[in-house]
């Protein structure tokens, strides 16, 4: 089964042989991978792709490895599911040829963990069988209360993303996506349990979000891409 370390392979190979050709690195996910941050219904501050962590990982890995040409396709899509993003696994993912793909869902699967997870473990076998490298990005906490500067047309769902915080669903939703991915040797970047020891510090989760709901800061997709810079390179 393959691991991140085919991944480094693969980068390291083509710089071995002084190979022209590229890295192609596809981030399949939902508004957090998309670039979607305030949520106020402004286009013009909503969507912020360069300042995304696929953008911030695009400049690290660039930084590693300065003679190699990567390709950062971004196949998210705010308000998407798992079981939505299966459905054009193979225009989205596929057809790119990647060298690598992050999977990154959960925040909008809350509705049907059961199809959560098959839809997962559905990509996660293609990419084994392709023998093409994969990581499991999971995603942060949401609120853990409703922000009285939440906008007001979010309130109602801000009470929503809250109990499902404070209950426990999103960490046992969220443990169920590790679990489908390490019976098949996928590797994890486990954001959302790095979140919960913020927590358990004392961090106040709300005030990470941008929206106040679920769209992480600008400076904690910094986080995100180093994060995931650790689990390729250093885990």
Known sequence: MLNSKKFYDRVSGKIKLGDAGSVNIVFL????THGCFEGIGNPYTDHDRFASYTMKFHKMIG???????FNIINSGIGGETASMAYRRFDRDVLAYHP?????????NDHGDPDLYVKSLSAMFDKLNELEIPCV?????MMNTYSADDTVEKWKDYSRVTCE?????????????????????????????HKWRNLYSCG???TSLLCNRINHPRREMHDFIAYSLISTLFFE
């Open 29 to 32: 996910g939902d508004s957090v």
């Open 63 to 69: 930084v590693l490895f300065p003679s190699t040409v």
């Open 99 to 107: 060298d690598l793909v992050v999977i990154s869902f959960g925040l």
């Open 136 to 140: 499991f990005l999971t995603e942060h």
């Open 164 to 192: 499902l915080e404070n209950n426990g669903f999103m960490e046992k939703l969220f443990n169920r996506g590790i679990a489908a991915a390490k019976e098949r040797n996928i590797p994890v970047c486990d954001m959302y």
């Open 203 to 205: 961090a106040d989760i």
